[in-house]
């Protein structure tokens, strides 16, 4: 009697010393595309390039139809979305800006991120977190304190220049600290796809890791010009430009690696436990325009490099089975800067004061957010420069921002004309005036990236 009552013992010990479901930590897997639109994948209305992953993730779990990136080009979306902070903040408010490192194009302006600048990385490294960050950093060259493994990654293996990420054939990529030779491409050779590279060891992540809560960020270079592929599948015969196929291409590529990972979090008996959020660094690349056939910015005006929807508007899909209903929608406001706080959410820890985020992981579970007239901030440094608002209803661009006089504001009613057809800055003088007071206090003075100061980007076109 005494044993049994020893054995039940055992067990009751050892049965609360397990973890549960409810007990782990969550995993937390962000996937995104580069120059990806809007409409671009097919639970977004796309109707010829086929994405069966990425709408399966939409069915499975929770699609947003008003999600912002953080800038309407890599760098300083990259930077919002590690940071919390929106690019009246962030360090990196541009691909490129006064001072820095000296970039591929042989001129100064590359910024990297600095020791004092916290990362979403750094936060879930600190709480326990194995973090690995596969495919284009953009956020700090060799040789600073930008790179991924002094930003909270424990492992990394990518890009780390953002424009050398423009061939999908390089000859050399980096793994850590560690620059890695890919003799299959030297010479000109197109041997080594990089990016079948980065599905590889992302799933060999996943497999080395399935014992402890990780953190993989995987922003893959797809579908980002140069469009190359090592063939244009599905798309090979139709009658569209040789860029138009390579580019459906490459995106149902993409969308293939997304089923590989789905299937591997199956394998491992991880699905249940991790997030999968997919989303696109910025608006579609201007040449979508240039095919037409797939109408990448749906009803959007504008494209990559735009204060307008079409530039920074994004597809977001966020799936977890155990947490998230599956096939809901919501209209929920939000963008970059929200990310930090909401994966810190997910991980139960807490995120650094002053950021401009607010965790959407209430909406997540099913609970009702209102963010009401919060207003969401840009500001962007290439061609004359512009910097833009979202505010309840309203969107609020304002161009030139480079010269003495810039350009009058623009004021849309965003919610009756998504593609920002009419200006209605005439017949809401009190909108005008509460954006003059919200532009005001969204900017603090940077030493890189300041109003007067032209920085078209020479290092990532």
Avoid at 22 to 39: H, L, Q
């Amino acid at each position: 009697m005494k044993n049994l009552a020893l054995l039940f013992f055992s067990l009751f010990v050892i049965s609360s010393c397990s973890p549960t479901p409810e007990s782990t930590k969550p995993n937390i897997i962000f996937i995104m595309a580069d120059d990806m639109g809007y409409s671009d994948a097919g639970c977004y209305g796309q109707t010829v390039i086929q994405t069966p992953h990425i709408d399966r993730l939409a069915s499975e779990g929770m699609r947003f139809t008003q999600v912002y990136s953080g800038s309407s080009v890599c760098a300083p979306a990259r930077s919002v979305l590690m940071t919390g902070l929106h690019t009246g903040h962030t360090r990196v408010r541009g691909n490129s800006g006064i001072g820095g490192v000296v970039g591929l194009a042989g001129v100064e302006g590359r910024i990297p991120l600095e020791k004092e600048d916290v990362t979403i990385a750094e936060l879930l490294q600190d709480a326990g977190y194995v973090t690995c960050m596969v495919g284009k950093w953009g956020l700090g060259d060799p040789g600073t304190p930008g790179v991924p493994n002094k930003k909270g990654f424990d492992e990394f293996y990518g890009f780390l220049n953002q424009r050398r990420a423009h061939t999908y054939y390089p000859e050399y990529i980096w793994k850590d600290s560690i620059r890695i030779d890919l003799p299959g491409n030297s010479g000109g050779e197109k041997k080594t796809y990089t990016h079948e590279l980065f599905a590889d060891y992302a799933l060999d992540f996943i497999g080395r890791n399935q014992e402890e809560p990780f953190f993989l960020y995987l922003p893959f270079c797809i579908p980002h010009d140069k469009y190359e592929a090592p063939d244009q599948g599905i798309y090979a015969d139709r009658e569209w430009s040789e860029d138009a196929k390579t580019y459906a291409a490459m995106i149902t590529r993409m969308d293939h690696t997304i089923g590989g990972i789905m299937e591997a979090l199956k394998k491992y008996d991880l699905d249940d436990n991790t997030y999968v959020f997919f989303t696109s660094d910025n608006g579609v690349a201007s040449t979508s325009n240039e095919w037409g056939v797939f109408n990448s910015g749906g009803s959007l005006r504008g494209v990559k490099r735009d204060p307008y929807e079409g530039g920074i508007r994004v597809p977001m899909v966020v799936r977890n089975p155990q947490r998230i209903k599956p096939g809901g929608t919501s209209d929920l406001v939000w963008y970059f800067a929200d990310m930090m706080p909401t994966l810190a959410d997910i991980a139960n820890i807490s995120v650094p004061e002053k950021i401009d985020g607010v965790s959407v992981l209430p909406t997540l579970l099913g609970e009702v957010q209102d963010f009401g007239k919060r207003p969401l901030y840009w500001e962007f440094y290439e061609m004359e420069g512009w910097r833009a608002l979202r505010f309840g209803e309203w969107k609020v661009v304002q161009h030139n921002m480079h010269h003495p006089v810039p350009q009058p504001i623009e004021i849309y009613n965003i919610r009756q004309d998504i593609g920002e057809t009419t200006d209605l800055a005439q017949d809401h003088p009190e909108i005008v005036a509460m954006a003059e007071q919200l532009f005001k206090k969204a900017h603090t003075p940077s030493a890189n990236f300041k109003w007067g100061h032209r920085m078209d980007s020479l290092l990532d076109k």
